[in-house]
């Protein structure tokens, strides 16, 4: 008998030993979560917070009342029924319970919650018991909260450079001129291409200046502008190139376009003045 209840006490002290090292790696993996957690008896109401659950809402670890009501009373007004149906639905369905929601820190401002948990029930289904872990998201959701706002910034911005992408502007009877601003990639060219040869169609205007001084250029773009020069030619219309900086030559040179049958000029104004030019010596021929 003695050497039946010294193995049983030797089996006790081993299971101790092992659910005390299970409880410090679940204590150690929850610290290094930096999340809290909480323990409600639904039978009594009554609730245990760990001290790192009061921590991350400012409040040492008597100033809260044990309580699942003090839980919800530090939730948000506009949060606090849809966590409570959440917990309702789970407890009925045993669906996951996972929210998030803002709580009320002690000084008063208010951190975004993201809370996870489970439930215990009887063999009746009564649920006796649901535990889990918070986590403060705040950070993580103004890192996504900013995401969101240059993303939509970059939209309007993307949209907006689309929208004066093709400010075709009829600067004298025969004369177009396109300045190209921004970067432009092929939905963009494909766009200015089509939109310009409508106008050179219904206009028939003689040239076409496309000014370069506001464009972001890179290899593709040099291709995108020979294709547009080659087609105004196929319509009878002449492109003019102006505001070529020295990377744009460059490129031009490197990708060795065959711009030969396209007049290149500084800028706009000796753009301008060479298309008036022109214009002028054919009227005084026909004349």
Known sequence: ??????????????????????ETRGALVLEAANDGVWD???????????????????????????TIAAYFELIHHQDRARVQAAVDLHLETREPYA?????????GSWLEIQARGQAVWTEDGEPTRMAGVHTD?????????ERLRNEELIAIQTDTIRALGVPILQVWKDI???PIIGAVDEERATGMTSALLERVAATAVRFTVLDLTGAEFRADTAQYLARMTRSLRLIGGQGVLCGIG?????????????FDDVPVYRDLGDALRACLSQLSNASSRQS
């Open 1 to 22: 008998m003695s050497n039946e209840v010294a193995a049983l006490k030797a089996e006790n002290l081993r299971l101790r030993a092992a659910l005390d090292a299970l």
């Open 246 to 258: 020295p990377r744009t030559a460059k490129i031009l040179v490197d990708m060795d376009l065959d």
């Open 40 to 66: 409600w008896d639904l039978r009594t109401k009554e609730a245990v917070y760990s001290c790192r659950w009061s921590q991350v809402l400012g409040y040492a670890d008597d100033e809260i009342a044990n």
């Open 176 to 178: 177009l001129c396109l």
């Open 137 to 145: 998201v705040t950070e993580r959701h103004l890192r996504e909260r």
């Open 99 to 107: 929210v998030d929601f803002r709580m009320r820190t002690k000084s």
